[in-house]
């Protein structure tokens, strides 16, 4: 009598559709034309000529160890993509507050909520941006977030007023000038 043939199981099925797949879609890459899909310009659409932008990290790139830094705004020689007199007036003006991310590459500061002392019903959040190597007005990005408790206990996002991130952004450029010119003298 003849041995009976068992039938695939399900996972094993399953396990080569999946690894069929995974290669006709890795081996279909080949002939994606990534200038048709991303455009060089802000005003084309795909193919026209190239237009370089601004890096995350400055025209000069990463540095990581440091590097020359002849920049008349004083980049102070930090090796990081943003302004370092911005960077530490940031973390100098926030301090009150801790910290949830700092990322001194990508210029990027974001604090855990915050209650102050007088206000245990209210918290604050920070996020704070540094979107260049100049020490320059709008080199600066705050947005503030605010939330109040309601009746349950639960926290309820609330209003902030328009000019508090632009107080907050003013106060770090002052800070940011008094670090500039103590490093002057």
Known sequence: MPKATQAPSGSRIFAAVAAGLFLLSTAACQYADPDTAYP????????????????????????????SDDSPQGGGGSGIGVNSFLWRASLDTISF??????????????????SPPETKAERMKLNVFILG?????????????????????????????????ADLENAILTRARQLRIASIQ
């Open 133 to 165: 190597r100049d020490l320059r007005a709008d080199g600066i990005r705050a947005s503030v977030f605010r939330q109040v408790q309601n009746g349950s206990g639960a926290w309820v996002d609330a209003d902030v007023r328009t000019e508090t991130s």
């Open 97 to 114: 507050m801790p910290l949830a991310s700092a990322d001194p590459f990508g210029g990027v500061i974001i604090t855990d909520w915050y």
């Open 40 to 67: 060089r310009s802000r005003g084309d659409k795909g193919g026209g000529t190239y237009e370089p932008r601004e890096s995350v990290f400055g025209g000069d790139g990463l540095q990581l160890f440091g590097g």
